[in-house]
């Protein structure tokens, strides 16, 4: 368990590094998002994962992202590449959502939330992935929900 929690907070060396980079976020704060997210990755890995730890992640990470557009549009950003700090904690969100569907199948709100943020954030193309993954799961008030958005 710690392993794999200590490899999930390898992965995210690159995104928080860029996030200083590019002055979302202090060195002090994104010690202490390392800290939270430790927190809710030991959380997500334990035998009995709640799906409110789950969600409970979900929204940690959705106000950070919105932190961060708020902070980006305090900097001064007109004509900057995008990085990987931009796109990275909304990738970091759809992961948290694979793995609580995929732990807690057949829940309706759970896909809902996850179609709702596919549409907020404006990630199409993960939109109709999810919706062809939701369709596959063989819960007749999901399909009719998936058809009927």
């Not at 549009?73 to 948290?96: C, E, M, N, P, Q």
Request: net charge positive; aromatic share 10%.
């Amino acid at each position: 368990m710690a392993d794999t929690v200590r490899y999930m907070m390898e992965e995210m060396i690159p995104e928080l590094e860029d996030m200083v980079k590019q002055q979302y976020f202090s060195k002090q704060e994104v010690k202490q998002i390392v800290k939270r997210r430790q927190d809710f990755e030991y959380l997500l890995k334990r035998r009995a994962a709640l799906k409110e730890d789950f969600l409970r992640y979900i929204e940690y990470e959705s106000k950070l992202e919105e932190l961060r557009q708020h902070r980006r549009k305090g900097l001064d950003t007109r004509g900057k590449k995008k990085s990987i700090a931009d796109y990275a904690i909304v990738r970091r969100i759809h992961f948290i959502f694979e793995r609580a569907v995929r732990r807690f199948r057949s829940d309706v709100a759970l896909w809902t939330a996850w179609l709702e943020f596919c549409r907020a954030s404006s990630s199409n193309r993960r939109l109709g992935r999810v919706v062809g993954r939701a369709l596959q799961v063989s819960t007749p008030h999901l399909s009719h929900l998936v058809l009927h958005t």
